[in-house]
């Protein structure tokens, strides 16, 4: 039982580059979520999603795509990365919604140069 | 709109000294209240949880946490702290009305002196 992955740790783009953060957990979670944390300002929910083919936004969506085929997956898409977007990424998961227990991935450093 | 407030972004206690980390919240009803705490590299665990009932809820590792309507808290308490509390704890608040929106505080480093 590996919880949620991530991957990849760490990332250098340069700005305008594309990418995706991929996020997988084995616990058939229903509830997944990205957020970014960045200093003294905690972490803030980017997209989150209820199942499979359910996503939605949450507090600072923009500049980021989501989707969600299988219950295992979410993977989170840079279209076109932006300095703004230095960050660490972490995924959640939880057994129904965000009040559920949500455990959390390793996360991802991102850098945009 | 909801939000989280921690007022103190770093504090140092001594090992075996208590510790309480302020949460303040703010939200026209009672709303989820939970603690997380972050240890250096890693993602975050979940201390403990306030959905209703008892005010004074008991979490993981010792923590316990109380809720005061009347001053919208929910401050995290140890009466004990050990070195391997130091890390990031981070109050977060899940919205009564949709229990798909989830909003942390700043966060409170602490560190503990031997």
């Known amino acids: 039982n590996a919880g949620v992955t991530q991957t990849p740790k760490f990332q250098v783009l340069k700005t305008g580059q594309s990418m995706t953060l991929q996020c997988a957990q084995d616990m058939n979670h229903e509830y997944m979520s990205w957020y970014r944390q960045d200093p003294g300002m905690g972490l803030r929910l980017i997209h989150y999603?209820?199942?499979?083919?359910?996503?939605d936004q949450g507090e600072v969506p923009n500049g980021y795509n989501v989707s969600r085929s299988t219950t295992e997956d979410f993977p989170l898409r840079l279209l076109s990365a932006a300095p703004s977007q230095t960050s660490v990424y972490f995924c959640a998961s939880s057994r129904q919604t965000s009040t559920d227990t949500q455990y959390f991935g390793p996360g991802t450093r991102l850098t945009v140069l | 709109a909801q939000s989280v407030t921690q007022p103190d972004i770093h504090i140092t206690v001594s090992e075996g000294a208590s510790l309480e980390l302020r949460c303040n919240y703010s939200?026209?009803?009672?709303?989820?209240l939970f603690w997380y705490v972050q240890s250096p590299g890693q993602g975050l665990q979940l201390l403990l949880k306030?959905?209703?009932?008892?005010?004074l809820v008991q979490g993981i590792k010792g923590f316990e946490a109380e809720f005061k309507r009347s001053q919208s808290s929910f401050n995290l308490r140890k009466p004990s702290v050990h070195w391997s509390d130091a890390a990031e704890y981070f109050c977060a608040v899940g919205a009564v009305y949709n229990f798909n929106k989830f909003y942390f505080g700043s966060g409170t480093k602490l560190n503990v002196k031997p």
């Open positions: 939200y026209g009803a009672t709303p989820y």
């Open positions: 306030y959905f209703s009932g008892d005010t």
């Open positions: 999603s209820v199942g499979a083919g359910i996503t």
